[in-house]
């Protein structure tokens, strides 16, 4: 949640963002903040999306397991 409210240029919506991760519950305010905004909610599930499965990556890779992927969504 901190990389992707990082990762958005500076704006009223990553302060909102911010501001929600330093209150206690950041986890219920960060989703609250996100869920406002459509366009801001699936840009935050294509970044969640995308760490997700480069946690998944890195763990095979440690396990060496050369995994082939793809998109259940059919996104590039």
């Given at each position: 949640?901190?990389?992707f409210t990082?990762?958005?240029p500076e704006s009223r919506v990553r302060q909102r963002l911010i501001e929600?991760?330093?209150r206690s519950k950041p986890f219920r305010h960060f989703?609250?903040?996100v869920h406002r905004?459509?366009?801001l909610r699936d840009r935050?599930?294509?970044f969640r999306d995308k760490a997700y499965a480069a946690?998944?990556?890195d763990w095979l890779a440690a396990?060496?397991?050369d995994a082939e992927w793809s998109d259940p969504h059919g996104r590039a």
């Open positions: 949640m901190e990389e990082l990762s958005l929600a991760l330093s989703k609250d903040a905004d459509l366009e935050w599930f294509e946690i998944a990556r396990q060496g397991i």
